[in-house]
């Protein structure tokens, strides 16, 4: 899988035409989609429960750290070299990695060795009809949809309603992430200790709050406002996808935990969908390329990752510690 993100991922930087360069971006995406639930699999057989916070909470920083990273590293690279230059260091990453996992990660079969063990359709089917599942893929709904919703016109906001340079706001995504990165791996080890449903529920209700807040900051807002309440979004959006992974892990079967991973990234890209939709029909365009009512989205967030709190009160397996 990661070889062929790998190949799809060079193939976009050498791809000649624009039609060729959408199929190889949908190939990517496809082996891409593939890596995560695979990703989050492991690390569910693999790592004891009481561990899981601190495992899962290195893995999401490092992926919102290379997330807001990115983007101040694309927007240099593409402004002194050439754009395929991302996509072509990006593939030599990934061909690196894939030998690195080839040579020292080992080949996990015990969740396949459940006796009777039912095909795709029926695994699909089984987990359908798990009322805990349900109510976790619910939770992923509207948590996912409590920080795309505002994320999808967050960077025209900073840079025409609030008159952000591009200086600015590489300065801003950068120590986002760099806050990020440590504040999620904090939160991950404070899941072991206290349970991830009750730190969920605590960081959702403090990253409500700065979801509404960032949208209503004034065009005359100070820089280092701007960048504290982007650094506060950032981590409290992240901190709730670690809770979230944790809670996640421990709702699951073992003999479905795939199942239900992948299925819970199909709702994750749902609700990302579904929130540019939502964000779209909110806001509006006004003088100068400015979002205007962007307020709206801020509300819209505020109710989302309220009721993901309520909804993560129910998300626990009988019997269960996390």
């Known amino acids: 899988t990661l070889l062929g993100f790998a190949i799809s991922v060079l193939v976009c930087a050498a791809a000649p035409s624009d039609w060729l360069l959408i199929v190889a971006r949908c190939a990517a995406g496809i082996f891409g989609g593939i890596i995560a639930p695979q990703l989050f699999t492991i690390i569910a057989d693999v790592v004891p429960s009481a561990r899981r916070g601190t495992v899962l909470g290195a893995l999401i920083s490092a992926h919102a750290a290379g997330a807001l990273l990115g983007m101040p590293i694309v927007l240099f690279v593409a402004e002194y070299f050439r754009w395929t230059s991302v996509f072509a260091g990006c593939a030599v990453g990934l061909f690196v990695m894939a030998l690195l996992v ?8 015990g969740h396949l060795s459940y006796p009777d063990r039912p095909t795709v359709l029926k695994r699909w089917t089984n987990a359908i009809r798990e009322p ?5 893929w619910l939770l992923t709904l509207t948590n996912f949809m409590g920080y795309f919703v505002v994320l999808t016109f967050l960077t025209p906001f900073l840079s025409k309603n609030l008159s952000m340079s591009i200086n600015e ?3 801003i995504y950068a120590s986002s992430g760099c806050v990020t990165f440590f504040t999620v791996r904090f939160v991950g080890r ?12 605590a960081v959702a209700l403090a990253g409500a709050v700065f979801s509404l807040l960032i949208t209503l900051m004034p065009s005359d807002s100070a820089l280092v406002l701007v960048g504290i309440a982007m650094m506060c979004f950032m981590a409290l959006s992240h901190a709730r996808n670690v809770a979230a992974a944790v809670i996640l892990a421990g709702v699951a079967k073992a ?4 199942t239900l991973i992948a299925m819970n990234l199909a709702v994750q890209q749902i609700a990302i969908g579904t929130s540019a939709l939502l964000a779209a029909l909110l806001v509006g365009g006004g003088q100068k390329s400015t979002v205007l009512h962007y307020e709206r989205v801020g509300v819209a967030a505020l109710v989302c ?3 993901s709190r309520a909804i993560a009160k129910g998300c626990k397996r009988l019997g269960s510690t996390y």
Do not use: H, N, T
Request: aromatic share 14%; proline share 3%; glycine share 6%.
């Open 169 to 171: 706001l590489v300065l």
């Open 255 to 258: 003999q479905s935990r795939g």
């Open 190 to 201: 404070f899941c072991d200790r206290k349970g991830a449903i009750s730190v969920y529920r």
């Open 132 to 136: 805990l599942y349900r109510r976790m």
């Open 102 to 109: 080839f040579y020292l990660v080992p080949e996990l079969r």
């Open 305 to 307: 990752i309220l009721l």
